[in-house]
């Protein structure tokens, strides 16, 4: 099994992902530049986070007319596991591979801090080892995260079963307080119809060990862990 | 091959009407209305592209600009709107 994490310009959680993929999830993984896309040997992509072409126009867009791009398209129709932290998940909404839009935050200030996100939904790729309702420690750093999709549209996520993870408080309120950003229903990832393809805001990667976390959290893993579950009984 | 004039395009984005707009919010909070001017109720921000587009006339630069700003995702259309203004020919 390996694992691809997609590198643009200006993107710099690209080998915390690496080394968490490598030596503590202990899988095969490489960095991929976007523009040499050899997504043909990969099992899987990961796009980062960072400030993708310093987040002109806004952010992700610019990344999601990349050649990488392409071959990411392809994975996710064909089903294969699509994984956009962050700045990835602004380029998997700017790419239309998935729905809504990321703003920026309500408090207009960049947000870096340590959250609680719940999982609504453990049918994706990403959340199969999570219990449903579960309450994850994971820091979000950004300044254009707030999740936003007119009415119909949200609705469908929701008959859907689409949205992934939530801000919440400890003890698992959808509370205003909890909501860093303004998101729209406290949402805090997606995925599609499918639930190969998922985007979410909070960083997994810098939730992964012990030793980075003032919870000693490792909450970021299963994710991780949820993707080589999925492609090992696939 | 008709003669190819330059055109100034100005392509305003900007969020709907719908959309909450923080940083427009916030000059007419903090700056405007704190400042005493209580004439404006109401800011909204943009951020505005100035091209210079080749074209045979204005119409199609126009035309030009407006296919680009969909087919690249110029502006969000789940969030925003732009509005594309010929100013007249660039100098």
């Known amino acids: ?46 796009l980062p986070g960072g400030f993708s072409y310093g987040d002109y126009l806004r952010a992700g867009v610019i990344g999601a007319f990349s050649p990488i791009l392409k071959q990411v398209r392809e994975m996710a129709r064909e089903g294969k596991p699509v994984l956009g932290i962050c700045n990835g998940f602004q380029i998997l909404v700017e790419s239309g591979l998935l729905p809504g839009a990321l703003m920026t935050n309500l408090s207009l200030k960049f947000i870096c801090k340590w959250t ?114 999925h492609l090992k009984n696939a | 091959m008709p003669v190819l004039n330059k055109y100034t395009v100005n392509v305003a984005i900007e969020n709907k ?15 405007m209305i704190k400042n005493g001017v209580t004439q404006v109720r109401k800011v909204r921000t943009a951020k505005l592209l100035e091209l210079e587009v080749e074209a045979k006339d204005e119409a199609q630069a126009k035309t030009i600009t407006e296919k680009m700003c969909s087919d690249l995702r110029i502006f969000n259309p789940v969030v925003s709107l732009c509005k594309i203004t010929v100013t007249g020919e660039a100098k």
């Not at chain 1, 080394?19 to 050899?38: F, S, Y």
């Not at chain 1, 996100?117 to 750093?141: D, W, Y």
């Open chain 1, 1 to 46: 099994m390996k694992v691809a994490i997609a590198v643009f310009p200006g993107s710099n959680c690209d080998r915390d992902t690496l080394h968490v993929l490598r030596n503590v999830v202990k899988t095969d993984a490489d960095l991929l530049w976007h523009r040499e896309p050899d997504l043909d040997r990969y099992d899987a992509v990961i």
């Open chain 1, 116 to 229: 609680t996100v719940k999982v609504e939904s453990s049918r994706t790729t990403f959340t199969g080892l999570f219990e449903e309702g579960a309450l994850l420690n994971m820091p979000v750093a950004h300044q254009q995260g707030r999740f936003f999709i007119d009415e119909k549209e949200l609705k469908r996520l929701v008959d859907n079963d689409q949205i992934v993870f939530s801000y919440s408080d400890a003890a698992g309120r959808k509370s205003e307080e909890a909501n860093p950003n303004g998101s729209l229903a406290n949402i805090a990832g997606i995925c599609n119809r499918e639930g190969n393809v998922v985007g979410l805001m909070p960083h997994p990667e810098r939730a992964s060990e012990p030793i980075l976390s003032p919870f000693q959290s490792q909450d970021g893993l299963l994710i991780f862990r949820s993707m080589l579950n």
């Open chain 2, 17 to 31: 009407p719908s959309i909450r707009d923080p940083e427009g919010e916030t000059i007419l909070r903090d700056l």
